[in-house]
């Protein structure tokens, strides 16, 4: 049990921030499943940049997991909780938020232009800025400290098949 449990206070809130428009992305699916995987300790909302282009989010749901429209954000969303932007993409509002936290998962070639644009606007934010990079490469490039913290995706889903019921083609062996 966590302190914040312990004591009566409410869970912990992350917003996940990402465009949700690709649902094969790699922001996409990282975005997605860091929100399984902190949603039993947290109460976890999923912010797609334009909710109307949320492909990612296309018949996905989950029993804890809350799906906002960033369009109409409410600033009590991200008032003192950990924002946690996956990628290089910024809602309009995020400049007037007020988190307690603000992780940057850095997971695109940080010698995109963006990148530096990217953290102009999120730097002056009095919580600070933290950055996750997806990859030791990512860090070196970056030039810049913080965590390394690779995928979370659940590598054993690519584990190979039971070798009893293996196929070749159509005949199975």
């Known amino acids: 049990?966590?302190?914040?449990?312990?004591?009566?206070?409410?869970?912990?809130?992350?917003?996940?921030?990402?465009?949700?428009?690709?649902?094969?992305?790699?922001?996409?699916?990282?975005?997605?499943?860091?929100?399984?995987l902190l949603s039993p300790h947290a109460e976890v909302t999923l912010c797609p940049i334009d909710p109307g282009r949320a492909a990612a989010l296309a018949g996905w749901s989950h029993p804890r997991?809350?799906?906002?429209?960033?369009?109409?954000?409410h600033p009590d969303l991200v008032?003192?909780?950990?924002?946690?932007?996956?990628?290089?993409?910024?809602?309009d509002w995020i400049e007037t938020s007020d988190p307690a936290r603000l992780i940057l998962v850095v997971n695109l070639d940080p010698s995109r232009p963006d990148f530096r644009s990217v953290l102009s606007r999120l730097l002056p934010l009095r919580c600070g800025l933290e950055l996750h990079h997806a990859s030791r490469w990512i860090a070196e490039a970056a030039r810049l400290p913080g965590l390394v913290v690779p995928s979370p995706i659940d590598l054993r889903r690519f584990r190979p098949r039971d070798?009893?019921?293996?196929?070749?083609?159509?005949?199975?062996?």
């Open 1 to 36: 049990m966590t302190a914040q449990l312990a004591l009566g206070m409410d869970r912990a809130r992350i917003v996940l921030i990402n465009p949700l428009a690709c649902a094969e992305g790699g922001s996409e699916q990282r975005t997605l499943e860091l929100a399984r």
């Open 65 to 73: 997991i809350r799906v906002a429209d960033s369009g109409i954000v």
């Open 79 to 91: 008032r003192q909780a950990t924002v946690v932007i996956v990628g290089f993409w910024l809602p």
């Open 163 to 173: 070798q009893s019921h293996r196929q070749i083609g159509r005949a199975h062996v």
